[in-house]
Nanobody, 115 residues
């Protein structure tokens, strides 16, 4: 069973930065499309950014120019660099691995942007 473990969340002031990491178990990481999603209280879970196994990236409009997704296949890890954070970025951030009809999720990491 593939496991995904997120880390790097925390409390940051508006305008600050955080880098989230998601380590994936197993030997098939390089084949996965990896995505970061977020869910604020009372709201649906939304795609933040994704990166394909070929390195093609996709971003939600609300993070374009501020967040960067990247992956290190040698470390089975996907990253989300978050800059110029805003209070509305406050949410639980989840990592997702997918290939064809299969997907797996991490447990999430809390990001709170507040002064």
């Amino acid at each position: 069973q593939v496991q995904l473990v997120e880390s790097g969340g925390g409390l940051v002031q508006p305008g600050g930065s955080l880098r989230l990491s998601c380590v994936t178990s197993g030997n098939s990481f390089s084949a996965y499309t990896m995505g970061w999603y977020r869910q604020a209280p009372g709201k649906q879970r939304d795609l933040v950014a994704a990166i394909t196994n070929g390195g093609i990236t996709n971003y939600a409009d609300f993070v374009k120019g501020r967040f960067t997704i990247s992956r290190d296949n040698a470390k089975n890890t996907v990253y989300l660099q978050m800059n110029s954070l805003k209070p509305e970025d406050t949410a639980v951030y989840y990592c997702k691995a997918s290939v064809f009809a299969w997907a797996a999720w991490g447990q999430g990491t809390q990001v709170t942007v507040s002064s």
